[in-house]
């Protein structure tokens, strides 16, 4: 089946900081990809996705593009705040479109 | 249109106990799916099931754990007989037709 590997965490930077979290996947195919973000003691909210190659998807200042030559989905925030702080998982299916398959996660610490 | 909901949101058991996690999926969502965060770790896919069916049941093992979805009520994955390694955080998550999944805000279980 697919799978995802994710930049290993923690990460701490200072606010208005870039943001990269790198995510890379192995996939038959083209399957969408994902990233999910997880406040502390809550559930996983759908951050942002891309459905096919070369797609950019983007949200709350977030952006990541679906490149198939590097198999890559690169998280990326021009300028991080405190409230971003989290954990983000970068995740795509299984196989076919569903269940999806998760990284172990990356904790993003941001201070002011 | 409320979110998918989980109950209890913490849950005790002492070894040997059963526990029962539900989930109510979004209105109109007939997919549900069960997922198990160990500590610092990122999500794994336990079991795939629509209204009375499971479809997928690879990432649940085979002994003591059971998951249901009726034709009417909530879903629920059932624990018999828990022990230590079973305390995680529980995640449901739904979806309307095989795609886009939203979670619920998770069922945390400690072991005693």
Request: with cysteine; proline share 6%; charged share 20%.
């Amino acid at each position: 089946g697919n799978s995802v590997t994710q930049m290993e965490g923690p990460v701490t930077l200072s606010e208005e900081a870039f943001l990269t979290i790198n995510c890379t996947y192995t996939a038959t195919g083209y399957p969408s990809l994902f990233w999910y973000v997880q406040y502390p003691g809550e559930g996983l909210q759908l951050l942002l996705k891309a459905t096919k190659a070369d797609d950019k998807g983007s949200n709350k200042g977030f952006e990541a593009t679906y490149r198939k030559e590097t198999t890559s989905f690169h998280l990326e925030k021009g300028s991080v705040q405190v409230s971003d702080s989290a954990v983000y998982f970068c995740a795509l299916p299984l196989s076919g479109n569903t269940p999806l398959v998760f990284g172990k996660g990356t904790r993003l610490s941001v201070i002011a | 249109n409320a979110g998918v909901m989980q109950n209890p949101r913490h849950l005790v058991r002492r070894r040997g106990q059963e526990a029962r996690l539900r989930c109510s999926p979004m209105k109109g969502h007939s997919h549900v799916y069960w997922y198990r965060q160990l500590p610092e770790e990122g999500l794994k896919f336990m079991v795939y099931l629509q209204k009375e069916n499971i479809i997928d049941e690879s990432g649940m093992p085979k002994e003591r754990f059971s998951a249901e979805f009726p034709k009417e009520g909530p879903s629920i994955l059932r624990i018999q007989q828990v022990v230590r390694g079973d305390s995680a955080a529980y995640f449901c998550a739904s979806s309307p037709q095989n795609n886009e999944q939203f979670f619920g805000p998770g069922t945390r279980l400690t072991v005693l």
